[in-house]
């Protein structure tokens, strides 16, 4: 299937999403903070990254900017992974340049159709 990297601090969200990911047949990166993130991506090329927002040092946010200003990383789609759920957040996140949106605590049927999805247009 597909290699998709995973940018995410918490442990049990990571361990989660990497589960489920595995579990769906695809090969799992991982990165605790934003900048080993960035390396990964240019240096793995993923089919799609899931990024946490709310990380230490530089957050998703940022982060996202920066793979989508970078010619080596602006195609791979970006899902926002996130406990930032409130009214807003969504639109705020997605005019970042994320490509979607995945809010925690997250269903494990939406997780992965929403990976499904994101995988089938790219």
């Keep these: ?10 442990a049990a969200s990571m361990k989660l ?10 090969a799992v990166l991982g990165a605790t903070d934003a900048e080993a993130g960035l ?19 530089m957050d998703g946010l940022e982060a996202t ?14 899902i926002a992974l996130t406990a930032l759920a409130m009214k807003g957040d ?17 269903g494990h049927q939406k997780f992965l159709a929403t990976i499904a999805a994101e995988l089938s247009r790219s």
């Design 17 to 26: 999403a990497t589960f489920l990911l595995e579990l769906a047949g695809h």
């Design 1 to 10: 299937m597909a290699k998709i990297l995973i940018i995410e601090d918490n």
């Design 90 to 106: 969504e639109d705020r996140i997605r005019a970042t340049g994320c490509n979607g949106y995945i809010a925690k605590p997250m």
């Design 65 to 78: 900017v920066l793979l989508k200003q970078d010619d080596a990383t602006r195609a791979i789609p970006v």
């Design 39 to 57: 390396a990964l991506a240019r240096n793995e090329q993923p089919s799609l990254i899931l990024m946490d927002i709310q990380l230490p040092g």
